[in-house]
């Protein structure tokens, strides 16, 4: 089966622009994450999609960063606009229903924001 | 707020010698905890995982340790081998939740 992919891998822009991050997860999982790392740190929890309903948001750093998961598929992680704290490298994750484990990573996005 | 961490940051080793990477984590409600690595350029991989109803679980060369009383895991991996240098995660989970929290990774170094 396919695993998480990201798109894209990588991003470079500059302070103020808008980025939009996607994340296609397993087909069939109705779990959705988002994570972010910042160099040297740790891996962040950003917020949770089930389906397409946002569970926990909490993560979120403000509200320059909007999630999205149209028709409980694929996500996107929009970015605007775009500070220099922001660059580091965003991780999308998925699992089945009922949790337990089973969660896939994708490669993650390196945003550079400079 | 609550989080996990670790121990050391950077491990290095002889490739043939046995690694241990240490975590510690607060949260008492955690009841699910899962070993990641992460390779340059690539996303946390799993290694294994431990349910609080267990001390110990093995896998192929590596050795997941769960000691509840000091809230703290371990993982051993057996004779290191250079594909085994990555950065490793430990996250837990609290009863209930489904989103897992990481620590800041310890960084494996393997010498050849």
């Known amino acids: 089966e396919a695993g998480v992919t990201q798109f894209p891998s990588h991003s470079v822009i500059e302070k103020g622009q808008t980025v939009t991050l996607r994340c296609d997860p397993i087909?069939?999982?109705?779990?959705l994450y988002w994570y972010r790392r910042v160099m040297g740190k740790e891996i962040k929890f950003l917020l949770h999609f089930v389906k397409e309903s946002k569970q926990d948001e909490s993560g979120m750093p403000n509200n320059r960063f909007l999630a999205e998961r149209t028709g409980g598929t694929y996500s996107t992680l929009k970015v605007q606009p775009a500070e220099l704290e922001d660059s580091g490298v965003y991780f999308c994750a998925s699992s089945p229903l009922g949790g337990g484990g089973g969660y896939t990573f994708g490669s993650g996005t390196r945003l550079t924001v400079v | 707020g609550e989080s996990v961490g670790l121990h050391l940051p950077t491990l290095s080793v002889q490739e043939g010698d046995n690694s241990i990477i240490n975590c510690a984590y607060s949260?008492?409600?955690?009841?699910?905890f899962i070993w990641y690595k992460q390779e340059s350029g690539k996303g946390p991989q799993f290694i294994i995982d431990i349910r609080s109803n267990m001390d110990k679980r093995q896998g192929q060369r590596v050795t997941v340790l769960l000691n509840k009383t000091v809230k703290h895991l371990s993982l051993q991996i057996a004779a290191t081998q250079p594909g085994d240098s990555a950065v490793y995660f430990c996250?837990?989970?609290?009863?209930?939740?489904?989103?897992?929290?990481f620590g800041r990774g310890t960084s494996l170094i393997v010498h050849p």
């Open positions: 087909s069939g999982h109705d779990n």
């Open positions: 996250a837990d989970l609290p009863g209930g939740s489904y989103i897992p929290t």
């Open positions: 949260n008492s409600a955690s009841d699910y």
